[in-house]
Protein backbone atom coordinates (compact mmCIF):
# COMPACT_ATOMS: atom_id res chain seq x y z
CA UNK A 1 0.00 0.00 0.00
CA UNK A 2 1.10 3.53 0.12
CA UNK A 3 3.77 4.81 2.18
CA UNK A 4 3.69 8.45 3.69
CA UNK A 5 4.00 11.36 1.45
CA UNK A 6 5.61 14.97 1.70
CA UNK A 7 5.02 17.71 0.10
CA UNK A 8 7.15 19.60 -1.42
CA UNK A 9 10.08 17.48 -1.25
CA UNK A 10 12.51 20.89 -1.77
CA UNK A 11 11.33 24.05 -0.60
CA UNK A 12 13.72 27.26 -0.94
CA UNK A 13 12.37 30.63 0.70
CA UNK A 14 13.95 33.58 1.69
CA UNK A 15 14.66 34.74 5.19
CA UNK A 16 11.45 35.77 6.15
CA UNK A 17 8.86 34.46 4.17
CA UNK A 18 6.44 31.45 5.50
CA UNK A 19 6.21 28.48 4.28
CA UNK A 20 3.87 25.32 4.86
CA UNK A 21 4.69 21.65 4.30
CA UNK A 22 2.18 18.60 4.08
CA UNK A 23 2.14 15.47 5.53
CA UNK A 24 -0.05 12.79 3.91
CA UNK A 25 0.00 9.61 6.84
CA UNK A 26 -0.77 5.77 5.78
CA UNK A 27 -4.57 5.60 5.44
CA UNK A 28 -5.91 4.51 8.74
CA UNK A 29 -2.98 5.41 11.31
CA UNK A 30 -4.01 7.83 14.09
CA UNK A 31 -0.82 8.70 15.32
CA UNK A 32 0.99 11.59 13.29
CA UNK A 33 4.82 12.77 13.90
CA UNK A 34 7.12 15.67 13.05
CA UNK A 35 10.17 15.75 13.30
CA UNK A 36 13.55 18.07 12.35
CA UNK A 37 16.69 16.48 10.94
CA UNK A 38 19.94 18.81 10.75
CA UNK A 39 22.20 17.42 8.44
CA UNK A 40 25.01 14.82 9.66
CA UNK A 41 22.26 14.50 12.93
CA UNK A 42 19.54 12.00 14.19
CA UNK A 43 15.55 13.00 13.76
CA UNK A 44 14.44 15.58 16.50
CA UNK A 45 11.00 15.77 17.86
CA UNK A 46 8.82 18.44 16.98
CA UNK A 47 5.08 17.63 17.73
CA UNK A 48 2.87 14.59 18.09
CA UNK A 49 -1.17 14.12 17.15
CA UNK A 50 -3.44 11.61 18.07
CA UNK A 51 -5.95 11.88 15.74
CA UNK A 52 -7.01 15.43 15.23
CA UNK A 53 -5.62 16.49 18.67
CA UNK A 54 -1.76 17.88 19.19
CA UNK A 55 -0.80 16.49 22.25
CA UNK A 56 2.68 17.15 22.43
CA UNK A 57 4.41 19.89 21.15
CA UNK A 58 7.03 20.71 23.22
CA UNK A 59 9.70 20.13 20.39
CA UNK A 60 8.58 23.07 18.46
CA UNK A 61 11.22 25.60 18.43
CA UNK A 62 9.79 28.72 18.75
CA UNK A 63 5.66 30.26 18.40
CA UNK A 64 7.11 30.84 14.60
CA UNK A 65 6.84 26.98 14.21
CA UNK A 66 2.75 25.79 13.81
CA UNK A 67 1.31 22.67 13.22
CA UNK A 68 -2.34 21.11 12.19
CA UNK A 69 -4.51 18.06 11.65
CA UNK A 70 -7.65 19.52 11.35
CA UNK A 71 -9.58 15.81 10.30
CA UNK A 72 -7.21 13.71 11.79
CA UNK A 73 -5.19 12.59 8.57
CA UNK A 74 -3.53 15.31 6.46
CA UNK A 75 -1.13 17.43 8.77
CA UNK A 76 0.90 20.75 7.90
CA UNK A 77 3.56 22.43 9.60
CA UNK A 78 4.01 25.83 9.22
CA UNK A 79 6.99 28.26 9.71
CA UNK A 80 6.39 31.78 9.72
CA UNK A 81 8.87 34.58 9.13
CA UNK A 82 11.89 32.04 8.08
CA UNK A 83 15.47 32.17 9.59
CA UNK A 84 18.12 30.24 8.76
CA UNK A 85 18.65 28.54 11.23
CA UNK A 86 15.24 26.51 9.68
CA UNK A 87 17.11 24.71 6.91
CA UNK A 88 16.90 21.09 7.69
CA UNK A 89 15.13 18.39 6.22
CA UNK A 90 11.30 17.83 8.02
CA UNK A 91 10.22 14.66 8.17
CA UNK A 92 6.79 13.57 9.69
CA UNK A 93 6.34 9.68 10.40
CA UNK A 94 3.07 7.75 10.81
CA UNK A 95 1.67 4.62 13.30
CA UNK A 96 -1.28 3.13 13.73
CA UNK A 97 -1.29 4.44 17.57
CA UNK A 98 -2.52 3.53 20.83
CA UNK A 99 -1.02 3.63 24.51
CA UNK A 100 1.72 0.58 23.53
CA UNK A 101 4.42 1.90 21.00
CA UNK A 102 3.59 0.73 17.39
CA UNK A 103 6.06 1.25 14.47
CA UNK A 104 6.79 4.60 13.03
CA UNK A 105 6.73 5.03 9.16
CA UNK A 106 8.49 7.77 7.59
CA UNK A 107 8.09 10.09 5.08
CA UNK A 108 10.70 11.15 2.72
CA UNK A 109 10.72 14.70 3.93
CA UNK A 110 10.80 17.82 3.11
CA UNK A 111 14.34 19.79 2.47
CA UNK A 112 13.41 23.01 3.20
CA UNK A 113 16.47 25.51 2.93
CA UNK A 114 16.19 29.34 3.90
CA UNK A 115 18.03 32.02 2.31
CA UNK B 1 13.62 13.69 29.28
CA UNK B 2 15.41 10.95 27.56
CA UNK B 3 18.59 10.75 25.73
CA UNK B 4 20.16 8.33 23.73
CA UNK B 5 23.99 8.25 22.91
CA UNK B 6 25.28 6.43 20.30
CA UNK B 7 28.67 4.30 19.39
CA UNK B 8 30.63 4.65 16.78
CA UNK B 9 30.40 7.59 14.98
CA UNK B 10 31.27 5.92 12.08
CA UNK B 11 31.99 2.23 11.53
CA UNK B 12 34.11 0.65 8.41
CA UNK B 13 34.13 -2.82 7.70
CA UNK B 14 35.31 -5.48 5.25
CA UNK B 15 32.17 -7.26 3.12
CA UNK B 16 31.90 -10.47 4.84
CA UNK B 17 32.49 -9.33 8.43
CA UNK B 18 29.88 -8.19 11.63
CA UNK B 19 29.19 -4.41 12.58
CA UNK B 20 27.87 -3.52 15.93
CA UNK B 21 26.83 -0.62 16.75
CA UNK B 22 25.85 0.08 20.50
CA UNK B 23 23.62 2.38 22.65
CA UNK B 24 22.94 3.86 25.74
CA UNK B 25 19.56 5.47 26.96
CA UNK B 26 18.46 7.33 30.27
CA UNK B 27 15.65 6.57 30.66
CA UNK B 28 14.83 3.28 33.16
CA UNK B 29 11.13 3.44 31.85
CA UNK B 30 11.74 3.31 27.81
CA UNK B 31 10.26 0.18 26.68
CA UNK B 32 10.28 0.73 22.39
CA UNK B 33 13.81 0.21 21.31
CA UNK B 34 13.80 0.66 17.13
CA UNK B 35 16.38 0.72 14.56
CA UNK B 36 16.10 2.65 11.36
CA UNK B 37 18.74 2.47 8.35
CA UNK B 38 19.14 5.78 6.52
CA UNK B 39 20.93 6.27 2.94
CA UNK B 40 21.72 9.31 1.58
CA UNK B 41 18.70 11.39 0.41
CA UNK B 42 16.32 9.01 1.46
CA UNK B 43 13.14 8.52 4.50
CA UNK B 44 14.79 6.78 7.33
CA UNK B 45 13.54 3.00 7.21
CA UNK B 46 12.51 0.44 10.44
CA UNK B 47 15.30 -2.62 10.16
CA UNK B 48 14.37 -4.59 13.37
CA UNK B 49 12.74 -3.23 17.20
CA UNK B 50 13.13 -4.80 20.30
CA UNK B 51 10.31 -4.48 23.64
CA UNK B 52 11.55 -3.97 26.89
CA UNK B 53 10.11 -7.43 27.64
CA UNK B 54 12.24 -9.32 25.33
CA UNK B 55 16.25 -9.68 25.38
CA UNK B 56 16.98 -10.24 22.04
CA UNK B 57 15.51 -10.39 18.66
CA UNK B 58 16.81 -11.61 15.28
CA UNK B 59 15.63 -11.30 11.67
CA UNK B 60 18.22 -12.47 8.82
CA UNK B 61 21.41 -11.17 8.96
CA UNK B 62 19.97 -8.48 11.87
CA UNK B 63 19.52 -9.23 15.61
CA UNK B 64 19.15 -6.38 18.72
CA UNK B 65 19.83 -7.11 22.06
CA UNK B 66 18.64 -5.20 24.72
CA UNK B 67 20.16 -4.90 28.90
CA UNK B 68 17.64 -3.72 30.81
CA UNK B 69 20.08 -2.99 33.57
CA UNK B 70 22.62 -1.65 31.84
CA UNK B 71 20.03 1.10 30.04
CA UNK B 72 21.91 -0.15 26.65
CA UNK B 73 20.85 -2.26 23.35
CA UNK B 74 23.06 -2.98 20.33
CA UNK B 75 22.30 -3.69 16.54
CA UNK B 76 24.27 -6.81 15.02
CA UNK B 77 24.65 -6.98 11.69
CA UNK B 78 26.19 -10.62 10.19
CA UNK B 79 27.85 -10.91 6.75
CA UNK B 80 27.85 -7.35 5.84
CA UNK B 81 27.37 -6.49 2.10
CA UNK B 82 27.79 -3.42 -0.03
CA UNK B 83 24.21 -2.34 0.31
CA UNK B 84 24.50 -2.22 4.37
CA UNK B 85 26.53 0.98 3.94
CA UNK B 86 24.30 3.81 5.29
CA UNK B 87 23.71 5.73 8.33
CA UNK B 88 22.41 3.70 11.27
CA UNK B 89 20.05 5.62 14.36
CA UNK B 90 19.01 3.62 17.25
CA UNK B 91 16.12 5.23 18.83
CA UNK B 92 13.99 4.83 22.38
CA UNK B 93 10.52 5.91 23.06
CA UNK B 94 9.84 6.29 26.67
CA UNK B 95 6.99 4.82 28.54
CA UNK B 96 5.52 8.25 29.43
CA UNK B 97 6.56 10.12 26.36
CA UNK B 98 3.52 9.81 23.91
CA UNK B 99 5.46 7.63 21.67
CA UNK B 100 7.54 10.69 20.70
CA UNK B 101 10.98 8.91 19.65
CA UNK B 102 14.49 10.23 20.63
CA UNK B 103 17.04 9.23 18.74
CA UNK B 104 21.01 8.33 18.80
CA UNK B 105 23.33 10.27 16.72
CA UNK B 106 23.60 7.67 14.18
CA UNK B 107 26.45 5.95 12.89
CA UNK B 108 27.92 6.07 9.45
CA UNK B 109 28.62 2.52 8.17
CA UNK B 110 30.86 2.04 5.43
CA UNK B 111 31.01 -1.95 4.08
CA UNK B 112 33.86 -2.10 1.56
CA UNK B 113 33.51 -5.30 -1.08
Known amino acids: GAGVSQSPRYKVAKRGQDVALRCDPI?????LFWYQQALGQGPEFLTYFQNEAQLDKSGLPSDRFFAERPEGSVSTLKIQRTQQEDSAVYLC?????????????FGPGTRLTVT | GENVEQHPSTLSVQEGDSAVIKCTYS??????FPWYKQELGKRPQLIID?????GEKKDQRIAVTLNKTAKHFSLHITETQPEDSAVYFC????????????FGGGTRVLVKP
Open chain 1, 27 to 31: SGHVS
Open chain 1, 93 to 105: ASSLGGTVPYEQY
Open chain 2, 91 to 102: AAIPKAAGNKLT
Open chain 2, 50 to 54: IRSNV
Open chain 2, 27 to 32: DSASNY
